[in-house]
């Protein structure tokens, strides 16, 4: 692959009438999918991919090559360059990234190779054995990535970053009542996970599910939100925090910049350099990824804006895409949060979340994986799964209480390649969430 | 290309494996995208090759992609996808088995009326470009795209019971957008909407009248901006065809998805509500539902004369007379269930794995024009162009808010109303189902990108619909 670039940059040297940007990128994934506590199917995937685009003045044109060999990069640099002129401008286009600094290097452990196979399946089959004891099978998956990518464009900017996140999903499933709970382990060092410590918080949580299952009726309630569900709400509210909704009208913070949106104890801040996250060395385009203020006790202070829209919209550029969020702690803790809750209830995770409108932030979506009732100060009850109907804005207005540590959360980002971000979130105690229907079903 | 398939089913040792089997995914795409009235993106890629192997060893199944074709790679890609299933053998309670089926050979290769990859480039954005600056921002319009994505896909399969199959497909995914605003608020409408994607190439541009439309968008997201919202609790809604689709996929077609029964999904996509024991028994919908999966359909996305395990195309009745009656399966778990397979197996990409998908996923049209439907409906409101969609993990309760709803007063459109949004239990609401348009009103709608599995697999799909009418329905939901 460095080979591709060089022999790419070679040829783009007789056409100094071009700017250039060149990404390479491979993907490697082992990736171990389990049910009713056995294999469903083990995957070994690799994958690279060469994309160039190619700008005369304002004009551009993109292409991918799979399998970069010299004939297929040839032939693609002619196709574009054949073709770059005829294509209409985009006024929008000032310049490619120039921001040249590199961010510090660290060692990259590859995770594929430190953790086989054989440790996966063995970790699993301890995981499901202690399950099996409540009668609860475990359901799930466990992934380790290792990916490269390298940056190169016309004004001189050459990154290099190198990551490999690892995964552990487990969720237990009870054999007759189909009650399930979810325990997560995620991040780069697998010195962190605890074997043993996992296995009994996902034990502990086995065991909460042996009350009666109920319903509750569409309502305002009071609710405890697990780190899993503030973060994820904290996620899709960081689509109003880019630069590209805002130019398209859609941003709730749109002239809100200095405003206090939140109240004073909510802080979010974007953070690449927090040890028990996934690290990001560079945004997309290269810009290098600092820490980034986005929400400061309460206050909206900065939109994620990269080069482009950095021109066009006037914004301060940075290389941040929201991948490594903490959400500041707060003072109380769990216990003291649930037992200030008379009736209400506990949310572990959430699913299918959609927009209604992002400019307002409503949203509507599902309580999954372990939904609660609390009474009188203590989990009462499970309650089949819930569905909101909300807008993040009201949630973060309404949360009256942070818990005093915070809990690294994976993400999966399951879309064109299999990554893996982290979130750092406490529990957040939340008046008044608008709880629209019942789905009758655990 | 046959001949490396050979040499590569070949690298295994087939008198250790129950099943194998090879396939290989050539594919070109090309992404044109226009963003208020000016180009902002043109790409392409060619010729992306990707190759997968499965094995079936000791009842666990083991797979390995790459796009690296080289015999070192493909020496390499068997090694591995048979040492994963020995591994994940050691983590096994019930193999996996499946009775063989008879081998066979299938070839078959769509022409589009326009092939979007030979046609000039220039012509393209002379097209794009002309709907673009129509739709550009403008009065109360302030943002606009165009796009579309082309993709032609070459696909080869070979098993280790002699199935051979070669195929090439063309399919496009036309989309204009527009967003308004007063300052204070947002309104989007989309042509044709979300499931716009079909079998074919350029001339889905013409076939989906995107230049007759333009204004039309325009005006409608113009006027949601000062359009009422329902106000009633119930109402009795009519279902646009381009929306029923979503309707259909989220809620009678993942449901149905017979992987989920056994909690393949149950790490990302979910489970759902049906149990084995529904199967000829659970009443699904009213008598006006029929719900079948049609992979034999050449006018969808879904079709194909073999699947990815090597299953022939098949038309399955899903829900018959409203009853439900077969899944959709793969050999290993329709073989759990006693049924015969769907044809159902699917991957995006040979380096994917295979998993139970939808195809062409269809309700059976009944009679009547949308026309005769809106005549005969004397309050309600037609509801089309879909804006939000979630659905539980179970598949038993939905939400949907579409871009506009069209208020019905005695048989005649009177008004807008805009974000309309409902909700319901899929058991009620398909038996709520009293009317469907007849087969003037029938067609395909798709998507190129229903996701699933994991690494996540974007599908290629198309549902077959025509309106229909639903009664008393709850609209009530309240942001």
Known sequence: MQDSIAYLQKLLASHPELQYEIREKTWATDFLRFYHSQTNYNISKLSTQLSVDIYKGKKSFSFQVDDPQPAKLEAALRDAVGVVDKLPEDPDFVDLESDLTLAPQRPVTNNIEAIPLASKTGILSRLAAAASMYDFDIFGTFICNHQTQRLVNSNGLDKSSEVSPIYLEVKAVHNKSQVTVLETFGGEDFSFFDEQDFSERLIRKIKSCSADIVDVEPGHYDVILAPRCLAEFVQYLCYGMSARSLDNHSSFFEGKVGQQVFPAFISITDDPTDPQLIRRAYGSDGHIYRPLKLIEQGVFRNFICNNYYSHKTGLPKNGNTASCLRIDAGSKTLEQMTGSVQKGLYISSLHYMNFINPRETSLTGLTRDGTFLIEDGKISKVVNNLRFTERIERILNNVLELENRCYTIPFSENYELFDIDTIKAPHALVRDFNISSSTHTI | ?479
């Not at chain 2, 046959?2 to 129950?18: G, H, M, P, Q, Y």
């Open chain 2, 1 to 479: 290309m046959e001949d490396l398939i050979k040499r590569t089913l070949e690298k295994i040792d087939l008198s250790r494996v129950e099943f194998a089997d090879v396939r290989v995914t050539r594919t070109d795409n090309e992404d044109i995208y226009f963003m208020n009235g000016f180009l902002r993106g043109y790409g392409s890629s060619r010729d992306s090759v990707a190759i997968g192997v499965r094995v079936l060893l000791n009842g666990c199944w083991g797979f390995a992609g790459t796009s690296d074709l080289s015999e070192a790679s493909l020496d390499r890609l068997v090694r591995t996808a048979v040492s994963n299933a020995e591994q994940g053998g050691k983590f096994t309670r019930e193999p996996v088995t499946f009775p063989a089926l008879p081998p066979l050979r299938a070839s078959y290769h769509f022409q589009p009326e326009i092939d979007p990859f030979s046609m000039a480039k220039e012509e393209k954005i002379d097209f794009l470009g002309g709907l673009a600056t129509r739709i550009k921002p403008q009065g109360k319009i302030v943002h606009s795209i165009v796009m579309a994505q082309f993709q032609k896909q070459q696909r080869y399969y070979l098993n280790s019971e002699g199935t051979w199959s070669h195929t090439t497909f063309y399919n496009t995914l036309p989309m204009m957008e527009v967003i308004a605003s007063d300052g204070n608020q947002i309104q989007s409408r989309t042509w044709p909407g979300h499931m716009s994607a079909g079998r074919g190439g350029f001339e889905l541009f013409h076939r989906q009248a995107f230049e007759a439309n333009c204004d039309r968008i325009i005006k409608e997201a113009t006027d949601l901006l000062s359009a009422p919202v329902i106000t009633e609790d119930r109402a009795d809604i009519i279902i646009g065809a381009g929306h029923l689709a979503l309707q259909l996929h989220e809620s009678v077609g993942h449901a149905t998805e017979a992987d989920r029964i056994f909690g393949m999904e149950i790490s990302y996509a979910g489970k759902t509500f049906i149990k084995p024991s529904m199967l000829g028994k659970f009443q699904y919908g009213s008598p006006q539902v029929n719900i079948y999966s049609d992979s034999t359909d050449p006018r969808g996305m879904g079709f194909h004369p073999v699947d990815d395990e090597g299953v022939p195309g098949r038309r399955v009745d899903i829900i018959r007379d409203g009853i439900l009656v077969n899944q959709q399966t793969s050999r290993h778990i329709a073989h759990m269930l006693g049924l015969e397979p769907s044809s159902n197996m699917k991957a995006s990409f040979a380096d994917d794995f295979p998993l139970v998908r939808m195809t062409n996923f269809c309700l059976a049209p009944g009679s009547g024009s949308l026309e005769q439907l809106i005549q005969d409906t004397e309050h309600g409101y037609l509801l089309d162009f879909t804006k939000t969609w979630s659905g539980d993990d179970n598949r038993n309760n939905f939400q949907f808010t579409t871009e506009i709803g069209y208020k019905i007063e005695n048989g005649r459109i009177t008004g807008i109303v805009k974000e309309p949004t409902y909700f319901g239990i899929t058991q009620d609401f398909w038996n709520a189902c009293d009317r469907v348009c007849g087969e003037e009103e029938w067609g395909f709608h798709g998507t190129f990108s229903c996701g699933k599995g994991e690494p996540g697999q974007p599908m290629l799909l198309s549902h077959g619909v025509a309106p229909a009418r639903f009664k008393n329905i709850n609209v009530s939901v309240k942001i």
